[in-house]
T-cell receptor
Framework: ETGVTQTPRHLVMGMTNKKSLKCEQH?????MYWYKQSAKKPLELMFV???????ENNSVPSRFSPECPNSSHLFLHLHTLQPEDSALYLC?????????????FGEGSRLTVL | GDSVTQMEGPVTLSEEAFLTINCTYT??????LFWYVQYPGEGLQLLLK?????DKGSNKGFEATYRKETTSFHLEKGSVQVSDSAVYFC????????????FGDGTTLTVKP
């Protein structure tokens, strides 16, 4: 049983749709992350939130919009996506800027853009 | 900047064979080092970690030793099982980089009966 829960696990959407991915962590952590995992590409860090404040935005297109209403929840709002955005989106959490930097991942949301 | 280079895959082994997946790194500070594993259809999970030079991380029969002199953190297991088939990621985290992790590209391991 994972301490980080992602919903939905699978999502199919058209390029004109608007949808959201949800992540919830039950570990009492204060930092949360969105990663993108595409086939045959390295794991890509998209956004980092610490204490509900965005501290990292790695040149991600504006069609991806994150939201962190509290330290336990993280959303990724999606609109007017492109087929190349099809990927596994992974949420992770950690206990802030600790020396170990260990990440706890959810099982991911598999997104297909038609 | 920080970087992690790990052995390219895929790697295919027979059950009970010895496994080594090489990992080397460059970092501007003093990193903690990790191996994560991703089983089919799942997210990444921590396999083992080491936070300072000469530390050995171990879990589920896997081991890796933090070698500062060679900037390496090679993953080893003496006898692999079919259930070890997965993608393995080497990663580092440097406190001065706000806790962000840098990942290698991943190595796919397939173990055949």
């Amino acid at each position: 049983e994972t301490g980080v829960t992602q919903t939905p696990r699978h999502l199919v959407m058209g390029m004109t749709n608007k949808k959201s991915l949800k992540c919830e962590q039950h570990l009492g952590h204060n930092a949360m992350y969105w990663y993108k995992q595409s086939a045959k590409k390295p794991l890509e860090l998209m956004f980092v939130y610490s204490l509900e404040e965005r501290v990292e935005n790695n040149s991600v297109p504006s069609r991806f919009s994150p939201e962190c209403p509290n330290s336990s929840h993280l959303f990724l709002h999606l609109h007017t996506l492109q087929p190349e955005d099809s990927a596994l989106y992974l949420c992770a959490s950690s206990q802030g800027w600790t020396a170990t930097g260990e990440l706890f991942f959810g099982e991911g949301s598999r997104l297909t853009v038609l | 900047g920080d970087s992690v280079t790990q052995m390219e895959g895929p790697v295919t082994l027979s059950e009970e064979a010895f496994l080594t997946i090489n990992c080397t790194y460059t970092a501007t500070g003093y990193p903690s080092l990790f191996w994560y594993v991703q089983y089919p259809g799942e997210g990444l999970q921590l396999l083992l970690k080491a936070t300072k030079a000469d530390d050995k991380g171990s879990n589920k029969g896997f081991e890796a030793t933090y070698r500062k002199e060679t900037t390496s953190f090679h993953l080893e297991k003496g006898s692999v099982q079919v259930s070890d088939s997965a993608v393995y990621f080497c990663a580092l985290s440097v406190l001065t980089n706000a806790g962000k992790s840098t990942f290698g590209d991943g190595t796919t391991l397939t173990v055949k009966p």
